[in-house]
């Protein structure tokens, strides 16, 4: 089972600022948080990843709560493109490449950006 | 850099025969797992493969296979198909950087 729980839909206007929660209550000390979206029929995109500091990209923001319980993924400028099925995953860091790429889809936030 | 790249597309079969889907991984990824995807399942995990050996599997019959190459591409193979086997299936990419990235997918549609 995913050990993620997100909301299952959002609106948001185009040009404001898309934030997109994630509760992860039971992540491990070394588990990262990974948030992907897919556009229909599309295969998942990588969005962004971090593991205790917030991180920034060119695509989004990611926030991590202190006690690392919960996250939110902003993307700060939504456009119709953005309009998709994301999803928030946690998994434990391959550091030797020796761990496994397994990934626990849930059921993710589907966001509408709406003109 | 190229992505990661799955073939054929689409395709149609018919019910009991086998099919068998390719992807190529990025290059300098040795990682490569596979995915099906369904409306009423979502996405669940089938296998992965790194370095030639399945490291991996999820909870998928004995029909649904897979072997990855030393070149790291890899195939996954479902025999005598059902109905329920219509499905996106998604290869994904795994390397330096803990990022796993996925390709565009085969549609399979079993009629």
């Known amino acids: 089972d995913a ?3 997100q909301p299952t839909s959002m609106d948001c206007a185009e040009g404001r600022a898309a934030n997109l929660p994630c509760n992860h209550s039971t992540i491990s000390g070394n ?3 990974y948030w992907y979206r897919q556009i229909h029929s599309q295969g998942p995109q990588y969005i962004i990843h971090g593991l205790k500091n917030n991180e920034t990209n060119e695509m989004a923001s990611l926030i991590i709560t202190e006690d690392r319980k919960s996250s939110t993924l902003i993307l700060p400028h939504a456009t119709l493109r953005d309009t998709a099925v994301y999803y ?5 860091p391959d550091l030797t490449q020796g761990g496994s790429e397994k990934l626990v889809f ?8 709406n003109p | 850099k190229a992505g990661v790249t799955q073939t054929p597309r689409y395709l149609i079969k018919t019910r009991g025969q086998q099919v068998t889907l390719s992807c190529s991984p990025i290059s300098g990824h040795r990682s490569v797992s596979w995915y099906q995807q ?22 998928f019959p004995g ?3 897979g072997r990855q190459f ?6 996954m193979n479902v025999s005598t198909l059902e109905l329920g086997d219509s499905a996106l299936y998604l290869c994904a990419s795994g390397g330096p950087g803990n990022t796993i990235y996925f390709g ?8």
């Open chain 1, 3 to 5: 050990k993620t729980t």
């Open chain 1, 31 to 33: 588990e990262y948080v």
């Open chain 1, 88 to 92: 928030c995953i946690v998994r434990p």
């Open chain 1, 106 to 113: 849930g059921k993710g936030t589907k966001l509408t950006v």
């Open chain 2, 38 to 59: 369904t409306p009423g399942q979502g996405l669940q995990f089938l296998f992965e493969y790194f370095s030639e050996t399945q490291r991996n599997k999820g909870n």
């Open chain 2, 63 to 65: 029909r649904f296979s």
């Open chain 2, 70 to 75: 030393s070149n790291s591409r890899s195939e």
């Open chain 2, 104 to 111: 565009e997918g085969s549609w399979l549609t079993v009629v």
